[in-house]
């Protein structure tokens, strides 16, 4: 009787030991510290506990936005971008945004805000200044020919006075035909992140056409449908929507 009862003893305390399993510690990649003090040169960094060469660096988004530094380098088309001209694919605590990233190639970004206004100056031709594929120099040229004529350009004066923290008055502008291409190739990317921001959303109907700054003579002007890609020509007295762009 004595000996089955140390059997069962035995038997019971051998259960717990069977029933554990060995795990080992999670590398310092699958924590996300996949970076050297070198990548993360002018950022805050976190050092991996387990290898401290492995660091993670806080400036960047660990869901995969964009770099985070000052200058916007390492954007990607989608982001937001913030008033300190840094941007990411999600929103960031203490960070005011200002527009959603569209070209990262060309580091160019779309107002959150928008109306609907005249091209203006109807019948008076600026001629090739405003027809190149800047729309910050084609917004120059609109305006310096209004001031000189006494035209107002509602458009183009829109985007020149545009402003947010950040930026100022002259730092936006009209984006010209090709820019506005660029801005359609990337139309659910943008209408996406307005979403989340709450913001008016680029419109998905065929007839809803932008303003370039792109003239075509002295009676019409560019336009595009960002849901599509599709492009023409307005009377310049007629009114279409208008957003502006930034080029950080």
Not at 122 to 139: H, L, M, Q, V
């Amino acid at each position: 009787m004595r000996l089955l009862y140390l059997l069962s003893i035995l038997l019971l305390s051998a259960v717990p030991a069977q029933a554990q399993t060995c795990t080992s510690a999670p590398s310092c990649a699958a924590l996300g510290y996949d970076k050297t003090s070198t990548d993360c040169t002018g950022q805050a960094m976190l050092k991996c506990p387990f290898d401290q060469s492995k660091v993670f660096c806080a400036g960047t988004s660990a869901c995969g936005g964009g770099s985070g530094t000052p200058d916007g380098s390492g954007c990607n088309d989608g982001d937001f971008l913030f008033a300190d001209k840094s941007c990411s694919v999600v929103l960031l605590s203490g960070r005011n945004p200002i527009g959603i990233v569209f070209s990262s190639e060309n580091r160019l970004a779309v107002a959150l805000n928008e109306r609907k206004l005249e091209w203006g100056g109807y019948n008076k031709e600026i001629g090739s200044a405003a027809r190149g594929t800047s729309g910050k120099s084609n917004t120059a040229a609109i305006l310096a020919y209004g001031k000189t004529n006494n035209i107002s350009y509602p458009a183009a004066e829109y985007c020149n006075k545009y402003s947010t923290s950040g930026t100022k008055a002259g730092d936006w502008f009209l984006p010209s035909l090709e820019e506005l291409k660029l801005l359609s190739n990337n139309f659910s990317g943008i209408n996406s992140a307005l979403k989340i921001l709450g913001k008016p959303t680029l419109p998905e109907a065929e007839d809803e056409y932008y303003w370039s700054s792109s003239e075509l003579s002295t009676g019409n002007a560019r336009r595009l449908v960002p849901s599509s890609g599709a492009t023409g020509f307005h009377n310049k007295g007629n009114s279409n929507r208008v957003r502006p762009v930034l080029a950080f």
